[in-house]
């Protein structure tokens, strides 16, 4: 499996767990747990969830439709003890279920084992997070936002890391080394480089064996659109290789990263505007 592959969060844990089972994913109070660990915990918490009823959500146009897990079957979770949630795309959450089963999760004073019925009112997300920000309950940079209360900075050793990735991959215009190249050049600190990269928003992955800078990227964006400012009507590869001094190795695939976020459009063997 490949990061391209991912179609929800559960399909990270095994994935680095694959790569590299036995390095330490995260540390806490003085304890260590290793991607595989990690792995086979999230396994153990989601069977559990599964034996204890816990339905699946598939969402679509908004709405969630629960269903059976794999071994789980429909008179497991249809009881009278289940509880169900309704909503519609821009519409009020309600849930209904018995009201002791409620009351333990905190959502009503009622008790007995009669239902009872509670909404959730709808509320403007983007209004919701300015509220936040304004109480200084989250900070907000850039895309990215962290809790007010818990201020972050990287890893020492893995900034150090990154910054020389950064290095690398400024050092000859747009013809970056291939992703195998670098990782081989910072050994073991590349994973801590890669990751914090990504997480940070400094890194950006072309294709699975190409990695630019976020930098680098900025200046492709306006290369190409100084290009169509400039009179041209449509961009080959021949030109993006004259304007940028990369090689069709380079090239093509930095134009179809361009098709993907929409700088460009490709018709035939040319790209437009986008």
């Given at each position: 499996m490949t990061e391209a592959d991912w179609k929800t969060i559960a399909d990270i844990p095994p994935h680095f767990a694959q790569l590299q089972g036995a390095k330490t994913a995260f540390s806490f109070e003085g304890r260590d747990t290793t991607f595989q660990a990690f792995d086979d915990h999230t396994n153990q918490v989601a069977n559990a969830l599964i034996a204890s009823g816990v339905k699946k959500a598939v969402i679509a146009s908004g709405a969630a439709t629960l269903s059976t897990n794999t071994n789980q079957t429909a008179a497991a979770i249809s009881g009278g003890g289940a509880i169900t949630l309704r909503s519609s795309t821009g519409a009020d959450l309600s849930i209904s279920g018995k009201a002791d089963a409620l009351k333990a999760l905190g959502l009503t004073t009622a008790t007995g084992s009669g239902n009872a019925n509670l909404n959730a009112n709808r509320v403007s997300?983007?209004?919701?997070?300015?509220?936040?920000?304004?109480?200084?309950?989250?900070?907000?940079?850039?895309?990215?936002?962290?809790?007010?209360?818990?201020?972050?900075?990287?890893?020492?050793?893995?900034?150090?890391?990154?910054?020389?990735?950064?290095?690398?991959?400024?050092?000859?215009?747009?013809?970056?080394?291939?992703?195998?190249?670098?990782?081989?050049?910072?050994?073991?600190?590349?994973?801590?480089?890669?990751?914090?990269?990504?997480?940070?928003?400094?890194?950006?992955?072309?294709?699975?064996?190409?990695?630019?800078?976020?930098?680098?990227?900025?200046?492709?964006?306006?290369?190409i659109a100084d290009w169509f400012n400039g009179g041209h009507a449509a961009l080959t590869v021949a030109d993006f290789r004259g304007i940028s001094g990369a090689s069709r190795k380079y090239g093509v695939p930095l134009l179809e990263h361009c098709d993907r976020v929409g700088w460009t459009v490709r018709v035939g063997d040319e790209r437009r505007k986008g």
């Open positions: 997300q983007s209004g919701n997070l300015a509220s936040l920000i304004s109480d200084g309950e989250v900070v907000q940079t850039g895309e990215r936002v962290r809790p007010g209360a818990m201020p972050w900075e990287p890893p020492a050793a893995a900034l150090a890391a990154l910054q020389k990735l950064e290095g690398m991959l400024e050092a000859d215009g747009f013809q970056v080394p291939e992703n195998a190249a670098w990782q081989k050049a910072l050994g073991a600190g590349a994973a801590d480089a890669a990751g914090l990269g990504f997480f940070l928003g400094r890194l950006v992955r072309v294709n699975a064996e190409l990695t630019y800078t976020v930098g680098q990227m900025s200046r492709l964006q306006k290369l």
